[in-house]
């Protein structure tokens, strides 16, 4: 007989704007309450351990990693991800830029890739190289080697996305 | 075709807004109604007997679909080129994580403990692990010797050379098991009724490959079996032969239940379980003029091919042809094996083979340099492959390759004399001690030798009602710019922008078998076959007298539409068809391997930090011949995300092993570059045309791979005035160099008598 | 993910006080977790055996961080981010600072706690090292109260700490007396960003005149818990840092540690690191001497008098023995902007008695003698400070000691003001003015002077 813990609870956050009631245990992931409660699997899960970045999301204007994050903690928060970012005019000059520098390829990492981006953009419009790289060194690529998002997030910088 | 043009144009990647707004799908981003989610009981042993299999108890069986070997209804294998992977162990195992049993279930959340309470008894038999292990076969655990496969390649009169050496150089050099590492892990839904029979959906590389195992494992027809990719995020190889594992696990499951069936590793089964680099030990015995030019040599090379056979006949192949570098050997004798041992089954990763031949003679070049007493580049210069020279198989260099002017430019670029002497300088009075390392490489393009003939691609161009043009290849896109490059291709033969073609997804149903995604064959091979099929809907509409035979794009998309209108949306394909002058010879291992070659020199420039014995890369230099740039940003990135690999190989990344399981399967162990650790990385291409690929292309995905890790052993080299000659190279490797070095010197030091 | 979320419970009190009632409730233990970088990676292999567990993430009283002029309190629950924002930690500790930067990548610094990290216990936690370095002190709290522990002694072994089940870390507090150390940290991991450590060292010390007067260098990753390398610090104190004692010190080091090999590096590996860490921390000791040595004479010569005479030297610039004991606190004082910010955060700890107090020291503006003369010297700056009153006219004279007279009886003291380089006249405007302030504001206005009063003679002091 498996021992049962809590039960399923309503918990209520903000999710790209939106209050969203969701029906869910409270050690559920935030990752999982996302992608599966909610659709919004623009959210990867790349490593389930905090040391990839790919379930990267704002939590009140903070990165963090949501596949750690049980969901009773983000209660009464505001989590913004990839798909809440269209609107704010500082994502699409990042998105652009990707797509502009080849910044994305197998595409996976992308979205917590493009989060980290805005993130450090807003607390550093203009940043050094260096300030990039610390700013995305949680977020691992496989792929490009890391030059080419760098570039794109320098070049978005440079362009001045419009703050919010 | 007057049009705007889009080859050598940075054309945006096709599906990239997608990827950079979250709308894209991944597998796991897929659930279907009614779906199961299924798991894989593993073996926790490397090998031995089956004897007891139960089912613990706090668990509700009933609640599970349970499948083992019994239900397989085919053959119980995955097929590739031989058979004799099980699907599932039936009575033993021969690796640890080998796939025994199958659970599913609607709740993902309860399989783990399931797995965890099926208890298996069994009776273990002595494993073996290492390449020394398996050629002293005192366990014989695959065939007669352990040996999966052999190629010899003779040339010339190898004892008239020893005899005539000023020089004989000798050198062994290992690399280690590396993990492709993708970010997006392997996973598959498959779903199964007698009417439309089983269709297969996931993350892989080659659809056609994976056909052809569910076909071979289930006993369907092979109009029973359908095989969609979907958005695959990552692969490097790790995606070619593997899916079809898992998508056999998943079907098997679905034809049980007859439900939709879901499996996704989490990180660590797919680190455990899955396929790497193959390990691999070259042992060198040169035999070099006093001037540096070789006169022959032996090249011993084993690679360690894991529990099963798999894909390791054709890994050793690479290898074996790209054992000699981009150099002449006027004789040679080159002895490959590929062994097994009792690990998970290692198999394709970029580069296949070659980053593990290339590391050596590579290495062993800077060593005969060192013998000899000239330059590492000075022994390159004396010995490079040029125009009309033979290659180690005896093929001609037809194009006019100088590869000493790619050198001289490659070194300029990394300023490379400057800061040799700068850093020999400025050493002696540092903790951090930089040097720096270049390695010259070749990578040839495609299949080798009668491959691409066996594979008889086959390539369709469709004219859609829209008046646009659809790809239909099984050539997937996983980052590489599949969609991306063969769009341009399409595009640019028919005069049309680029926004009027795409590439339709891989989908068994609906295109043709192109061959695998793989050896670096798309853009080139692939990619000439979509012109050819491109121009074969021109004249379709020419034929039809719809369109002149030149066009603007705007007549093309009219009379395009208008022939689809009356006929429906028309297709045309094309067949592989070899050169003419292509020849190669499967038992000798002679002729021409490969249709094109890449040509490179990758330079290194490293820092050791003396205090913690860690090295950085600080500035790297890829300089390549690639026949033609296709899309500048693409190709790029290719190179520097290969690079970043190559140094991941290198510097960082070890498969830590105990009894046949690796033992570092987290992110947080299992090390790869962060955007901290990679350095300014400077690219430059240069075309020499390629007459056998789309638009001169060659292929360029895996040749970035080869370079990395000789170049930074070359430079920490270097830097230390030590020799290292296995790769991944820890710090903790080198303070162990260190201090045994130092040990011995304070040794020699000490008066006679005094110890 | 190999955990099943149904077997969980997880509940959030509102505050400090429900948390801990919870706490001491029957049945299994409800287990705090604040950011979860620790505990949801076990959760997700599968390897959490807590079954109950308690979100203490947003309890105020545990993210406050409090700067006072002794030390700095830590909330538990700050995480990493919190730290590195922190302007009081950069420049007091900025190894812990330095600490929080190596923490994984920017998204695990704005969850990871310094509570969590030291409850976690691994050896390899980043912030540690720096936290024994400083000498930490826990604040530990549960519904009996609370206590102090030194954080030297809350490892007890491996992943063993002096932690009650009823208990948690309200805050780490930091001793401020290392603003004259030179600090020095380094981390070797297995890459340059979200890596685990290998080895990390922390460590400071004052060198004085070539001699070391106190180090501290602490480890993680090298033993089963964090350490402080005491016999290699024993070696280094009270000597000349010269060649064969750095080279002892490192040989030292490299053999009090007691690294294993594990799935990240050797024993071997981390132990000659440790040699070559310490060394190098040395040689930097030994090439800064400049940050280390008082660059100012009149604080060296103080800095060396006993508690009782360097307060009374200091109470000449001051009057509040408040003022002074904390002063004499802060040593040693390397500088004389050192000496000046100190004051200044003192001063604006300053309660009401201690100002009063101050006030007393000085002598009527414009009168001959103060009603109480600290010290001689202290007469002899009030005498320069007032010299232009004292060269006023009579009528002037006249009019400032009525002036005075009537500030004495409506406040109840004598009237303070900062006199240097203000004319008798602009002194009774100022007079006359302040005589309309209610209490509060007065008694602000005149410590306000005081403080100015106070920079001037320190200054005046230090350049003696």
């Known amino acids: ?98 797509l502009e520098y080849g910044g994305a390829q197998c595409g996976i990492c992308t979205p917590g890739m493009i989060l980290a981006a805005v993130h450090l953009l807003n607390a550093k419009p203009a940043p050094t190289m260096d300030d990039i790289r610390e700013g995305l060194a949680g977020n691992l690529c496989r792929c490009t080697g890391y030059l080419q998002i760098l570039e794109a997030v320098a070049a978005a910088a440079a362009k001045g996305g419009a703050a919010r | 075709m007057p049009g705007p043009a889009t080859i050598g144009v ?12 979250g709308r894209a799908r991944y597998i796991d981003d897929i659930s279907l109604p009614n779906m199961l989610y299924g798991a894989t009981v593993r073996s926790r042993i490397p090998r031995g007997k089956i004897k007891k299999i139960s089912f613990g108890s706090g668990i509700n069986w009933d609640e599970f679909v349970v499948v083992t070997a019994k239900d397989i209804p085919g053959k119980n294998c995955i097929a590739l080129i031989e058979y004799d992977q099980p699907c599932l162990a039936d009575g033993a195992v021969n690796h640890p994580e080998e796939p025994i049993l199958l659970l599913a279930h609607a709740d993902r959340h309860v399989l783990p403990k399931a797995v965890a309470a099926i208890e298996i008894e069994y009776e273990p038999q002595p494993p073996i692990f290492t390449i020394e292990e398996s050629e002293q076969q005192r366990q014989i655990i695959w065939g007669a010797d352990n040996v999966f496969k052999k190629y010899l390649i003779q040339k010339g009169d190898l004892d008239e050379v020893w005899a005539n050496a000023d020089f004989i150089v000798e050198g062994e050099y290992t690399t280690g098991a590396q993990e492709q590492l993708y970010i997006e892990t392997n996973g598959i839904i498959a779903t199964h009724d007698a009417e439309r029979g089983l269709v297969v959906s996931g993350s892989l590389q080659c659809p056609y490959y994976v056909h052809k195992a569910m076909v071979a494992l289930l006993g369907l027809p092979e109009n029973k079996v359908r095989v969609v990719q979907t958005e695959t995020g990552g692969a490097f190889g790790g995606k070619e032969e ?84 981009p150099y002449e050997w006027p004789a040679v004798r080159v002895e490959a094996k590929a062994v097994a041992t009792n690990a998970p089954p290692h198999g394709a990763f970029r580069g ?103 594979l008889a691609s086959v390539v369709g161009v469709e004219g859609t009602k829209e008046g646009r043009v659809r790809v239909l290849v099984s050539s997937t896109e996983f980052g590489q710019g599949t969609n991306t490059i063969l769009s341009q291709i399409a595009a640019e033969t028919l005069g049309l922008p680029y926004d009027d073609a795409e590439v339709a997804q891989p989908d068994t149903f609906d295109v043709p078998n192109s061959g695998p995604t793989v050896a670096s064959r798309t853009a080139m091979v692939v990619g000439k076959l979509v012109a050819s099929a491109a121009r074969g809907i021109e004249q379709t509409l020419i034929a039809a007298g719809l369109l002149g035979v030149t066009h603007t794009a705007e007549e093309f998309r009219a009379a395009c539409k208008k022939y689809a209108a009356e006929h429906g949306a028309f297709r045309s394909f094309t067949k592989y068809e070899p050169p003419a002058n292509i020849f190669w010879d499967d038992q000798k291992y002679r002729g021409e391997a490969y249709a094109a070659f890449g040509w490179a020199i990758y330079v290194a420039q490293v820092s050791v930090d003396t205090r913690s014995y860690s090295v950085t890369v600080d500035d790297f230099v890829a300089l390549q011949e690639v026949g033609r740039v296709l899309n500048p940003v693409l190709a790029r990135g ?22 046949g399981r690796m033992q570092n399967g987290q992110m947080t162990n299992y090390i790869m570059p962060t955007s901290a650790d990679v350095p300014e990385i400077r690219v430059f291409f240069e075309e020499l045309g390629n007459a056998h690929g789309a638009y001169g292309a060659k292929g360029i995905g895996e040749l970035p791979m080869d370079g990395p890790a000789p170049a930074i052993v070359n430079a920490i080299e270097d830097a230390l005035g030590m020799p290292f000659d296995s790769v991944p190279l820890l710090p903790e490797d080198i303070f162990e160099a260190m201090n045994s070095a130092a040990i011995r010197d304070s040794e020699a030091r000490a008066p006679a008598g005094v110890r | 993910m190999r955990s099943d979320p149904a077997e969980f419970n ?71 981010t919190d730290l590195r924002r922190q302007e009081a930690i950069a420049r007091d500790f900025p190894m812990l600072a330095q600490a929080a930067g190596w923490v994984g990548g920017i998204a695990n610094q704005n969850r990871g706690t310094i509570g969590g990290n030291i409850v976690n216990a691994s050896p390899a936690g980043d912030s540690l090292p720096a936290l024994l370095a400083y000498g930490a002190e826990l604040i530990l709290v549960s519904l009996n109260g609370e206590r102090r522990v030194p954080y030297t002694m809350f490892h007890t072994g491996y992943r063993k700490i002096q932690l009650a089940s009823n208990e948690l870390i309200r805050a780490v507090c930091l001793p ?38 106190d180090v501290r260098i602490a480890l993680g990753s090298v033993a089963p818990v964090p350490m402080r390398l005491a016999e290699t610090e024993r070696i280094l104190t009270g000597n000349l840092l010269d060649d064969s004692v750095v080279a002892l010190a490192a040989k030292t080091a490299a053999s009090e540690v007691k690294p294993i090999d594990d799935i990240r590096s050797t024993a071997r590996y981390r132990a000659a690191v440790v040699g070559n860490l310490v060394a190098e921390f040395l040689e930097r000791l030994r090439a800064e001497p400049a940050a280390t040595e008082a660059a100012n004479q ?20 001051c009057g509040s023995r408040v003022w002074a004991r904390a002063m004499v606190s802060r040593r040693p004082l390397a500088e004389e902007s050192a000496a000046l910010s100190a004051s200044e955060e003192i001063c604006a700890g300053l309660g009401d008695a201690d100002w009063l107090e101050a006030f007393c020291a000085h002598p009527r503006i414009g009168g001959k003698k103060a009603e109480e003369v600290a010290s001689l010297q202290s007469a002899a700056w009030s005498a320069q400070e007032q010299s232009s009153a004292a060269a006023a006219g009579a009528e002037l004279k006249a009019a400032l000691a009525e002036g005075n007279r009537e500030y004495e009886r409506r406040f109840g003291r004598i009237f303070i003001v900062c006199a240097t380089g203000k004319t008798s006249a602009e002194i009774l405007a100022i007079l006359q003015k302040r005589l309309q302030n209610d209490d509060r504001s007065e008694l602000r206005e005149a410590a306000e002077q005081q403080r100015q009063i106070t920079e001037l003679r320190l200054r005046k002091w230090l350049r003696a």
Not at chain 1, 3 to 31: F, H, Q
Not at chain 3, 13 to 28: C, K, N, Y
Not at chain 3, 48 to 70: C, G, T, Y
């Open chain 2, 352 to 454: 296949f083979g070659a980053p593990q031949s290339l590391f050596a003679i590579e290495r062993h070049m800077d060593r005969i340099a060192k013998v000899v007493g000239i330059s590492p580049a000075e022994i390159r210069r004396v010995n490079f492959l040029k125009q009309g020279a033979l290659t180690i198989t005896e093929q001609t260099i037809n194009e006019n390759v100088e590869l000493g002017k790619m050198l001289d430019r490659a070194l300029e670029h990394a300023d490379y004399h400057a800061k040799k002497t700068r850093f020999a300088r400025e050493n002696k009075h540092s903790p951090i001690k930089k040097g720096i390392g270049f390695a010259a490489f070749l990578h040839g393009a495609g299949f080798t030798g009668s491959g691409e003939r066996y």
């Open chain 2, 638 to 659: 290719q190179i520097i995300g290969g690079v970043a690999q190559g140094i991941g190989f290198a510097l960082y990344e070890k498969v830590e092993w105990r009894e």
């Open chain 3, 10 to 80: 997880l509940v959030a009190p509102s505050d400090l006080r429900s948390a801990l009632a919870l706490m001491t409730t029957e049945g299994e233990r409800w287990m705090p977790i604040a950011g979860g970088t620790d505990l949801m990676v076990q959760y997700a292999a599968g390897a959490l055996r807590a079954r109950r567990l308690m979100s203490i993430a947003r309890l105020p009283e545990l993210r406050q961080i409090n700067v006072a002029a002794d030390e700095i309190q830590i909330g538990a629950g700050s995480t990493y």
């Open chain 2, 242 to 325: 593997y899916p079809s594992m898992i998508a056999g696990h998943a079907a098997l499951l679905a034809m049980k239940s007859a439900r939709p069936v879901k499996i996704i590793y989490d990180r660590l089964e797919d680190m455990v379980a899955t396929t790497k680099r193959h390990p691999s030990r070259t042992r060198h015995r040169t035999a070099v003029r006093k001037d540096g030019k070789i006169l022959g040599g032996e090249i011993d090379l084993v690679i360690d091919g894991g529990a099963y056979l798999t894909l390791s006949p054709v890994v050793l192949s690479r290898a074996t042809i790209h054992a000699g570098g």
């Open chain 1, 1 to 98: 007989m498996t021992k049962r813990g809590a039960a399923r609870r309503d918990i209520s956050l903000t999710v790209n704007g939106e209050v969203k009631t969701v029906c869910a245990y409270p050690m559920e992931r935030l990752l999982d309450v996302l992608r599966e409660q909610l659709g919004l699997t623009g959210t990867k899960e790349g490593c389930g351990e905090g040391e990839c970045g790919a379930c990267s999301v704002f939590m009140d204007g903070a990165l963090v990693d949501s596949c750690l994050v049980p969901v009773l903690q983000a209660q009464g928060s505001s989590v913004v991800t990839i798909e809440g970012l269209a609107v704010d005019a500082r994502a699409r000059a990042v998105q652009d830029a990707f």
């Open chain 3, 298 to 317: 009149t604080l060296a010569r103080w800095n060396a008098l006993s508690a009782d005479a360097a307060e009374g030297e200091i109470l000449a610039c």
């Open chain 2, 10 to 21: 940075s054309a945006p990647r096709k599906e990239g807004r997608d990827k950079v707004t």
């Open chain 3, 176 to 213: 401020r007396r290392f603003i004259a150390y030179l600090q020095h940290a380094r981390k070797v991991g297995t890459r340059n960003a979200q890596a685990v450590s290998k080895i990390a060292l922390a460590a400071l010390a004052r060198v004085e005149g070539g001699i070391v007067r």
